[in-house]
């Protein structure tokens, strides 16, 4: 059972762009939620994280944005360049344990 | 300071065989975790090491097993491989003791025939 929904599947958006990636979940214990960013060839790498207390967390061109009741979070990636090309994942995981995957969005960034 | 290296960084094995994966854990790490990625999917959590112990396992068979070595290094070990073992096998490593960021290295890439 996939604990953690995402969508869309894939996503294009013109350089400067805003795209969103939205993920959705079920378990209430989770406390820890990453966006990962992977190049082809490449292992995931941490883009930006949240926990459940927070609303919203900007690094750089990265937001999350958390809604705690509706289970649901969020990364917009602002200013979007064709560098930002890759795919997306989401996870959750509760307190020390494994973390779980979306499925991941393929973004292409055109120029 | 190295990241997470892993072993080889691909391979192909034929049905039936068994294959054995390596890890080196980013410096001053000691907790390792696998993940398999089949292609177009998420990874998915097979199983993560501390202090030389297996201390979460998702839900994969037996055929599946793992070893961490006093360095903190680790192996992932797959017997009676079948065609859909096929996947990127990805190593992570943490700090135990941490608010859980995961280092992940570029994997090893297994297709069975």
């Known amino acids: 059972q996939q604990q953690v929904k995402q969508s869309p599947q894939s996503l294009i958006v013109q350089k400067g762009g805003i795209p969103i990636i939205n993920c959705a979940y079920e378990n209430t214990a989770f406390d820890y939620f990453p966006w990962y960013q992977q190049f082809p060839g490449k292992g995931p790498a941490l883009l930006i994280a949240?926990?459940?207390?927070?609303s919203e967390k900007k690094e750089g061109r990265f937001t999350i944005s958390f809604n705690k009741s509706a289970k649901q979070f969020s990364l917009h990636i602002m200013d979007s360049q064709p560098g930002d090309s890759a795919t997306y994942f989401c996870?959750?995981?509760?307190?020390?344990?494994?973390?779980?995957f979306g499925k991941g969005t393929s973004l292409l960034v055109t120029p | 300071d190295a990241g997470v290296t892993q072993s080889p960084t691909h391979l192909i094995k034929t049905r039936g065989q068994q294959v054995t994966l390596r890890c080196s854990p980013k410096s001053g790490h000691d907790t390792v975790s696998w993940y398999q990625q089949a292609l177009g999917q998420g990874p998915q959590f097979i199983f993560q090491y501390y202090e030389e112990e297996e201390r979460q396992r998702g839900n994969f068979p037996d055929r599946f097993s793992g070893h961490q070595f006093p360095n903190y290094s680790s192996e992932l070990n797959v017997n009676a491989l079948l065609l859909g073992d096929s996947a990127l096998y990805l190593c992570?490593?943490?700090?135990?003791?941490?608010?859980?960021?995961?280092?992940f290295g570029e994997g090893s890439r297994l297709t069975v025939l």
């Open positions: 992570a490593s943490s700090l135990a003791i941490s608010t859980g960021e995961l280092f």
């Open positions: 996870a959750a995981r509760y307190s020390g344990y494994a973390l779980n």
């Open positions: 949240i926990r459940p207390d927070v």
